[in-house]
């Protein structure tokens, strides 16, 4: 048997696709399994974006592609820049990746070396510890608290930073608390961040049609700080498009350029279809999104207030995404039929094997008192297992 390397034998699995993935082996027993753990709309790719793939297939984009992309999809993503985010990126500053966390995966593998020190703000995406830890990076967790919306504030960020600090990843709107920066709590951070001009930000905001809230703001919308920021993007969560695999960064040309050959060495260009099809997706006016988000916000509604009527959870009102993060730590220490709850994991163990229902720990996001429920479901699924996690719940004593 051949021996694994110590970096794979390091590596966590993501824990949603781990808790997907028994999922789907428990209804191949039978199982009548309700999975809230994938971040993954249950709406389908809208019909104009299959009918631009179809044109695609039938005008021959079979073909090898520009490792950063087609040019016509990268002008569309520089006036989409523009037009959504005010933000000035020309085609030579824009890659396009295999997904949003293939756009992440570029710019860390791109600029971190060995011992570099990352600042990644919790709760955080599960693949930003592993991604950085792959590039031999050492992350540097800053909690937040759900008493702030779990957000980090520009005092707590400036404490993290140290000589060997080389970059910040974060998300806005955020996976998995929905949380949202605003554009004064983003200038806070950029007060900061300008003062260490080595120091480059990855802002990850591929939820960011799905926000509740009155606008979307962009962390490289201030100009002192523009030059350092790498603003990550994608059609997956807005669009439907998560199967697709099409995500995008814009940044400095010289970033761009280094993950165009970075990526040039692992992939080279996203799927010639899937290009295609995102230009449709790109230059379609936002508002065409506004049912969908208002059946996202009926969602949300439905999920905390099932949670409100459960005594010892701890919820905050989230603000995009389509995610909330209740603290669960009442029932940790409380058990049922001699099992005792020591963990959000074993909760969620439970919740899994007592309620038929799949959510995911948050010791996998950065917090080990939380749990991550995800509403991309109907509203009549999304009944059934809030009112299924109350009844488990309340049998812990």
Known sequence: MIKLSDRLNNMQESATIAMSRRSRELRSEGKDIIS????EPDFNTPQFIKDAADQAMKDNYTKYTPVAGYDDLRNAISMKFKRDNSLDYNLNQIVVSTGAKQSIANVVLSIINSGDEVIIPAPYWVSYIEIVKVAGGVPIIVNSSIDNDFKITSSELESAITSKTKLMIFSTPCNPTGSVYSSKELRNLADVIVKYPNLTVISDEIYEHINFTSKHFSLAQFPDIYQQVVTVNGVSKAWAMTGWRLGYIGATKQIADACSKTQGQFTSGTCSITQKAAIAAIEANPVVLKDMVAAFKKRRTIVIDALRSIKGININVPEGAFYVFPNVSFFIGKSFNGNIMTSATE?????????????????????????????????????EAMSRIKNALEKLN
């Not at 809230?36 to 971040?39: A, E, I, K, R």
């Not at 007592?354 to 999304?382: D, H, M, P, Q």
Request: hydrophobic share 50%; glycine share 8%.
């Open 36 to 39: 809230l753990s994938l971040g």
């Open 347 to 383: 909760i969620c163990m439970y919740l899994l094997e007592y309620a038929n229902v799949a959510v995911v720990t948050g010791e996998a996001f950065g917090n080990s008192n939380c749990i991550r429920i995800s509403y991309a479901a109907s509203e009549k699924i999304l009944i």
